[in-house]
């Protein structure tokens, strides 16, 4: 049989998408424990969540060091040996930290959470931060940050932020030479012992989980008593920032990386999903009208991306493309074009079919293991976001018209509105 290219394949449109719903308990010490009971595979994600990311801390890096150093040594083993106890049941951890969270992930076969939960409670309540291995953390991240400073990316980004929102504030942000520093194991230490040893955490089993699985999580996890949850140590002013343009030049560098953008808003806000369809169609897609001028029609760029950016209490919009110095003038006149014409211009039905569509599969196309569903679901439970919020992300999506995008582009997107950054040069 022969293949007709020319004709394209036919497709269902994705009108709906069931998620299962979160099992809840409460241990025996208060600690939530919530159970995505899903998957074929006899595998679990084991995640202890703290409340201890950026806004709580007293110096910055405290939260971010405090997380790194729990594997770094408890009062029974060395560093060496808490890798090799958890290499010996094949699970692999990771300790995860935002701005606005800390935490504990392990993945490991359900047989073995038994063996992984004595572990990870030993990790909460014995860690003992010994000095070596701190210096040796603290150098690692010095040296890590010299070479993202030589990236043009990396710049661009972090001084976005810091205008955005201001360089102090836990959304702004970033770990610099000299705070890293002039850290000490102290302020490390005080950060562990309140928000993590004796602070109040959340878990999160997902994966093939059982009864007698809840049961083991609360002998280990739900024993000890918790203190109550502490509000962020510091309010923070507002930045100003609206039509704003910050340059980091970098003489020797051929290229520019320019971030536009501005605050905006989280998952709670009743623009949320008419402004997910805008953004796609400006530039959340390898199909959008921005990658389309500026990189196919232009050929200014590889790569050119838009995203709304939600965090737990803001959000925030940004454009990103790295372009040769002498086109970045040129590119950015060309997004305000794009931007213009999606305010004054209503879509047409067939881009914006075309776009739902692509939304409604991309979303239905990342549910396929258990751990993805289990990441939707953590946004409700963490968020506290309504429980169906995802089971009517298609319906909303679809419920976008042409109408609602030119009113989202009008309101959110004004390019007086924004902060432009551009890290190498012009």
């Not at 030479?177 to 928000?195: D, G, N, P």
């Not at 990103?320 to 970045?328: A, I, L, Q, W």
Request: hydrophobic share 40%; glycine share 6%; charged share 25%.
């Amino acid at each position: 049989m022969t293949i007709d290219r020319t004709i394209a394949p036919e497709f269902r449109v994705i009108n709906a998408v069931n998620l299962p719903d979160p099992q809840t308990y409460t241990l025996d010490n208060g600690t939530s424990l919530h159970v995505i009971n899903i998957g074929d595979q006899p595998v679990i994600r084991l995640e202890v969540i703290f409340e201890a990311g950026n806004w709580y801390e007293s110096e910055i890096g405290a939260s971010f060091f405090a997380i790194k150093m729990l594997s770094e040594g408890t009062r029974s083993k060395a560093s060496a040996e808490i890798s090799e106890a958890f290499d010996r049941i094949g699970a692999f951890t990771e300790m995860t930290h935002t701005a606005d969270r800390i935490g504990i992930v392990v993945y490991a076969l359900s047989r073995f959470l038994p063996e992984v939960l004595p572990l990870v409670s030993e990790l909460i309540h014995e860690a003992v931060f010994p000095e070596k291995e701190f210096e040796d953390l603290r150098n690692i991240n010095i040296q890590n940050l010299r070479v993202n400073k030589e990236k043009n990316a990396y710049l661009a980004t972090t001084a976005f932020r810091a205008k955005l929102f201001g360089s102090n504030h836990p959304y702004g942000q970033s770990q610099e030479e000299e705070t890293i520093s002039a850290l000490s194991i102290e302020t490390v230490k005080e950060h562990y012992h309140h928000f993590i040893k004796n602070g109040k955490f959340t878990v999160v089993l997902a994966g093939q989980v059982g009864q007698e699985d809840i049961k083991v999580v609360n002998e280990q996890l739900g024993k000890r008593q918790t203190e109550a949850s502490v509000a962020p140590l510091k309010n923070f002013e507002q930045s100003h920032y609206i039509d704003t343009e910050v340059l980091v030049e970098k003489p020797e560098s051929v290229q520019s990386s320019i971030r536009m953008g501005r605050k905006l808003f989280n998952r709670h806000h009743a623009d949320y999903f008419k402004m997910l369809v805008t953004n796609e169609i400006l530039g959340g897609y390898f199909g959008s009208r921005l990658m389309k001028n500026i990189r196919e029609e232009k050929g200014l760029t590889y790569g050119i991306s838009s995203h709304l950016v939600t965090l737990r209490k803001e959000g925030y919009y940004m454009i990103g493309t790295d372009v040769k110095k002498e086109f970045t003038q040129q590119t950015i006149d060309e997004i305000k074009k794009e931007i213009y014409k999606l305010q004054t211009e209503p879509v047409g039905e067939e881009e914006l079919q075309t776009v739902k569509n692509f939304m409604a599969g991309e979303f239905a196309g990342s549910l396929n293991t258990a751990f993805e569903v289990a990441d939707r679901q953590k946004i409700l439970l963490l968020d506290g976001l309504p429980t169906d919020f995802f089971k009517h992300y298609i319906d909303q999506i679809h419920a976008t018209t042409s109408e609602d995008v030119l009113a989202m582009a009008t309101q959110y997107l004004k390019p007086e509105d924004m902060l432009t950054v551009i890290a190498g040069g012009r």
